[in-house]
C-alpha cells in the first residue's frame, strides 16, 4: 500500500475540513476512497465537485465496496462505537471523531473488539494532542518541572452558542439524538487534555444547570470538583452562554506553577526551593517583605512561551499520524483505546449532577446507562407535551 484510500463518512463541518485538506494535497500518504452520507444534498454537491469518487448512502456499502482500507467517523456521537466495529469487522483501519461514543458501555465495546483486532490501526481524533502547546506543558508536566500537582483550574467558557445553533437541526443538543451538550459537543478536547497531562481523577463532584440559559434539554453550564486520590484536588468549568468567554488552564505544584491563556500562551513560574521548605524556612517577617512589594525573584523565575494558533494543522498532523501508523508502524498521537477516558469523565459528571453526589471512577455502568435512559423518555414526553 503506497498510500491509505479513506472513506469519510458523515460530510458536516469536520467532514468537510477533511475532504479540502486531502482533495487539496495538505495531507500526505492519504487519498479519499469513498464518501457517505444519507442526506440527498451532499450526494449531489460532492458529486459534481468530486465525480471520480465513488458516494454511498450508507456506510455498510462504503465498508463492502473495497474501495477503502480506512474510515473516519464524523457522525453523530452515538454511531462512532457502531460505525467503528462493523469497519474493524471487515478488517478497515478505524479513525473515530471525538467523543469515541456517548456512554462507556459502548466505548469500552468498541475498545474490546479492537483488541481482538491488532493487526488494524484504531485511533481517535484528538487533534488537541497534536498542538505544540500542550506538548509542551505535558512535557513540562511529565518532565517534573513544577513538582507534583496539587490542583489544576481549568475555566473553558469560550464556546458560546446562540440559540440559533441549537435550532439548526432536531437531534442536535438532545439526550437521544447528542448525548449531551457542552461536555460531548464542545468540550472532550478539553477533557480529554485534563486527564492526558494531569491523569483521571478518582472521584467528582458537579453542579450541572441543564437548559439554563438556552432553551435546551442538556447542559449549558457545567462546574466539577475533581479529586485525584492523592491530595491533589481540580476545578473543570464550562458553559456555552458566555459570550465573553475564558480559556485559562493552572496547574500548581509543589515546586511551581503552569499557566495556559487562550491556548496561545504558557506562563511558566519555577519556585527556587519547592513550597514546603520555603514554608519551613521562611519567617513571617520574610514573606511581609516580599509581600510588600519586594522582589519576588527571590522566589521564582518566570518563562513566557507564545504559541501561534495551529487549527487546521492539528487535524492535518492526526491524519497523517493515522496513516503513518498503518503504513510503516508510526506511533499513534492519540491510541483509539484513550478515548474511553474522556467519555468516562463526562459520564461521571453527569451522574454526579443526576444522582446529587460525589461519584467514583469508573462509574457504574449500568447506573449510568439508566439515568440517560431515563433523560431521554422525559424529553420524549416533553416533546409529546408541547
Known amino acids: 500500500m503506497e498510500k491509505v484510500r479513506l472513506g469519510i463518512i458523515g460530510l458536516g463541518a469536520q467532514g468537510g475540513n477533511y475532504t479540502r485538506f486531502i482533495s487539496e494535497g495538505k495531507v500526505k500518504n492519504i487519498v479519499i476512497g469513498g464518501f457517505c452520507d444519507t442526506d440527498p444534498d451532499k450526494r449531489k454537491a460532492y458529486t459534481e465537485k468530486y465525480p471520480d469518487i465513488p458516494f454511498y448512502d450508507n456506510y455498510t456499502d462504503l465498508l463492502n465496496s473495497g474501495n477503502v482500507d480506512a474510515i473516519v467517523t464524523t457522525v453523530p456521537h452515538y454511531l462512532h462505537p457502531k460505525i467503528g466495529i462493523a469497519a474493524l469487522e471487515r478488517n478497515i ?10 456512554y462507556t458501555k459502548q466505548v469500552n465495546e468498541l475498545n474490546a473488539f479492537a483488541e481482538s483486532k491488532p493487526e ?64 460531548v459537543n464542545q468540550a472532550p478536547h478539553q477533557l480529554d487534555l485534563l486527564q492526558w497531562i494531569a491523569g483521571m481523577p478518582k472521584k467528582v463532584y458537579s453542579v450541572v444547570k441543564y437548559g439554563y440559559q438556552r432553551d435546551i434539554a442538556v447542559e449549558d ?23 465573553l468567554g475564558t480559556n485559562r488552564f493552572e496547574i500548581l505544584g509543589d515546586k511551581g506553577k503552569i499557566i495556559v491563556d487562550d491556548s496561545k500562551k504558557i506562563t511558566i513560574k519555577r519556585l527556587h526551593n519547592p513550597e514546603s521548605e520555603m514554608s519551613n524556612t521562611m519567617s513571617w517577617a520574610d514573606i511581609k517583605k516580599l509581600t510588600g512589594g519586594g522582589d519576588m525573584s527571590q522566589i521564582y523565575s518566570e518563562e513566557v512561551l507564545e504559541f501561534k494558533s495551529v487549527w487546521g494543522k492539528q487535524h492535518i498532523a492526526i491524519l497523517e499520524n493515522f496513516a503513518g501508523n498503518i503504513l510503516d508502524g508510526t506511533e499513534l498521537v492519540a491510541p483509539g483505546s484513550d478515548g474511553i477516558h474522556g467519555v468516562a469523565l463526562a459520564n461521571a459528571i453527569h451522574l454526579s449532577s443526576w444522582l446529587g453526589k460525589e461519584v467514583e471512577l469508573p462509574i457504574d455502568e449500568d447506573v449510568f446507562l439508566a439515568e440517560l435512559n431515563k433523560k431521554i423518555q422525559e424529553e420524549k414526553r416533553a416533546l409529546v407535551e408541547k
Open 93 to 102: 483501519h478505524t479513525l473515530v471523531e471525538k467523543p469515541a461514543g456517548v
Open 120 to 183: 488494524l490501526t484504531f485511533a481517535v481524533f484528538f487533534n488537541q494532542r497534536t498542538n505544540p502547546l500542550y506538548q509542551k506543558v505535558k512535557e513540562l508536566i511529565d518532565d517534573g518541572e513544577i513538582g507534583d500537582i496539587r490542583r489544576t483550574n481549568w475555566i473553558i467558557t469560550a464556546w458560546w452558542r446562540p440559540q440559533g445553533y441549537y435550532d439548526q437541526s432536531e437531534w442536535r443538543a438532545t439526550w437521544e439524538g447528542e448525548g449531551g451538550g457542552v461536555l
Open 221 to 243: 453550564d457545567v462546574t466539577v470538583v475533581l479529586d485525584y486520590g492523592n491530595g491533589a484536588t481540580g476545578v473543570f468549568i464550562t458553559a456555552t452562554h458566555d459570550v
